[in-house]
């Protein structure tokens, strides 16, 4: 195994922390991005993820991990969403696009201020790009916790989610509360993207939500095998992504490792081409 996997790999604790993250924030991406994809609420997740900078920067800026400042700033521009949207498809993105401008507005204002008014330096890296080799264990049962609530939210309201993704007025006439069903999807989507931001970063999390959901959605149109299918893509693009990650510290003579955001985003396209083919 030595030619694949470097020394060292099994026995590292960030690597393991990696791992453990990787893999329950890959199965809260599969069961939420399935019903975006379903729902054609790519635009929504990727606003949110941009939307999260704010937060993330905000919590550098505050000393605390940037995962509270995801979580709390994607809630907080959810629920506006929520407020200013209406049921057509138009005024939601109307409103999103409201948002997302006012979220990148305070997102440069704090990036600004996390390299010019504190000693914090790769701020902006570790925000936008993701550090999952630096996250510390202490912070794991927290994502599990949010990992937790996310899934609930999707499993308390799966039937009614799933009728409202396929026909909201078939599911009005059944006497389904379509803002209430919503209500409930983009707090699920919010945390969703809040861990995925914390892995492989804030501007390449949608690749983690949309990409492994899409694929299996290519590949099986039941809903519950599509969601057990784009976890099963998740995982694997993570776990190959962090051992690529840690496999390119020796692959120069600087030692310099690639970003493991690259690695699982790059496997991610590569499942959805492949997925692409084989369908066709």
Not at 7 to 36: D, E, K, R, Y
Not at 46 to 73: C, E, N, Q, R, W
Not at 96 to 109: F, K, M, N, P, Q
């Amino acid at each position: 195994m030595s030619p694949l996997i470097e020394p060292g790999f099994f026995a590292n604790a960030p690597v393991h922390v990696a791992l453990i993250v990787g893999t329950v924030v890959a199965i809260v991406s599969g069961v939420v991005g399935t019903f975006t994809v379903i729902r054609g609420q790519s635009f929504a997740g990727h606003a949110l993820s941009d939307i999260g900078t704010a937060g993330g920067s905000a919590a550098f800026l505050a000393g605390v991990s940037p995962l509270f400042g995801f979580v709390t700033m994607n809630l907080v521009a959810a629920g506006a969403m929520e407020l200013i949207g209406v049921r057509r498809p138009r005024s939601r993105d109307v409103a999103t696009g409201i948002v997302l401008g006012a979220a990148l507005g305070l997102a440069a204002l704090f990036l600004h201020l996390d390299t010019t008014s504190t000693s914090t330096t790769g701020a902006a890296v570790n925000v936008l790009f993701g550090s999952v080799f630096t996250l510390p264990a202490s912070l794991v049962p927290v994502i599990a916790v949010f990992s937790f609530v996310a899934i609930a939210a999707v499993a308390v309201l799966y039937r009614p989610l799933l009728l409202t993704s396929v026909s909201a007025d078939l599911a009005q006439a059944k006497g389904v509360s379509i803002s209430t069903v919503g209500a409930g999807y983009l707090l699920a989507l919010a945390v969703a993207v809040s861990l995925s931001a914390v892995t492989i970063g804030a501007i390449l999390s949608t690749a983690l939500l949309i990409g492994p959901a899409a694929t299996a959605l290519r590949l099986t149109r039941r809903t519950g095998a599509a969601i057990a299918v784009a976890a099963g893509i998740g995982i694997a693009a993570t776990w190959i992504g962090v051992l690529l990650a840690y496999d390119s510290y020796d692959w120069s003579p600087q030692h310099h490792a690639w970003p493991v955001s690259f690695f699982i985003v790059a496997l991610i396209f590569v499942f959805y081409l492949a997925a692409e083919r084989v369908t066709k």
